[in-house]
């Protein structure tokens, strides 16, 4: 199983620019998460999904759009990029909460975007 | 909402000492802590977690704390080695369905 992967790895991007963060899973997970990573600033929620076709927001929404059309796969979207979107985005699946019990989430390795 | 403060933000120790990391919680209905290592240009990973209705769990050289009462928990690692150097996050579930983690702390193993 690859677990969780994100595509790309890395990006440069120029101020106004979109573009499309990919997330897939293969463990079958119900939900999914946006992290943006920072220094010292630890991680911090952007967007979750807790079922293919829903989507929630996080502590830092603005200037992103997710989607989750399909169980496996999550998208977060930057419409027009601006230099303070500059930083690690990591996504995570988990299995979610069952029998009112916590689950591990699982990170994908991370994509560097820069905007100039 | 949720807020995790975790400190310090940094911690040097050196080879064979041990290493704690504390964390504090503001929502008093959180009920589960993981405890994540971040190796440099890696992914997070879990190596430790805790629910609310136990006090400490060991995993070998590992444990976790939780005071409920006093919304604090700690992260305790003894006999370090180098490979123990890393970026520690503390989180607590602010919701039914997410974390909150704290800004993390870098330990420094020196040989």
């Known amino acids: 199983n690859a677990g969780v992967t994100q595509t790309p790895k890395f990006r440069v991007l120029k101020t106004g620019q979109s573009m499309t963060l990919l997330c897939a899973q293969d463990?079958?997970?119900?939900?999914m998460y946006w992290y943006r990573q920072d220094p010292g600033m630890g991680l911090r929620l952007i967007h979750y999904?807790?079922?293919?076709?829903?989507?929630a927001k996080g502590e830092v929404p603005d200037g992103y759009n997710v989607s989750r059309l399909k169980k496996q796969n999550f998208l977060l979207g930057l419409e027009s990029a601006a230099p303070s979107q500059t930083s690690v985005y990591f996504c995570?699946?988990?299995?979610?909460?069952?029998?009112?019990?916590?689950?591990?989430?699982?990170f994908g390795p991370g994509t560097r975007l820069t905007v100039l | 909402g949720e807020n995790v403060e975790q400190h310090p933000s940094t911690l040097s120790v050196q080879e064979g000492d041990s290493a704690v990391i504390k964390c504090t919680y503001s929502?008093?209905?959180?009920?589960?802590f993981p405890w994540y290592k971040q190796e440099l240009g890696k992914r997070p990973q879990l190596i430790i977690d805790?629910?609310?209705?136990?006090g400490e769990k060991k995993d070998q050289r590992i444990a976790v704390t939780l005071n409920k009462t006093a919304k604090h928990f700690s992260l305790h690692i003894t006999e370090t080695q180098p490979e123990d150097s890393a970026v520690y996050f503390c989180?607590?579930?602010?919701?039914?369905?997410?974390?909150?983690f704290g800004k993390g702390t870098m330990l420094l193993v020196s040989p």
């Open positions: 805790i629910r609310s209705n136990v």
């Open positions: 999904s807790v079922g293919e076709g829903t989507t």
């Open positions: 995570a699946s988990s299995y979610g909460p069952t029998s009112g019990d916590y689950n591990e989430q699982f």
């Open positions: 929502d008093s209905a959180s009920n589960y």
């Open positions: 463990m079958n997970h119900e939900y």
């Open positions: 989180a607590a579930s602010s919701g039914y369905s997410t974390l909150t």
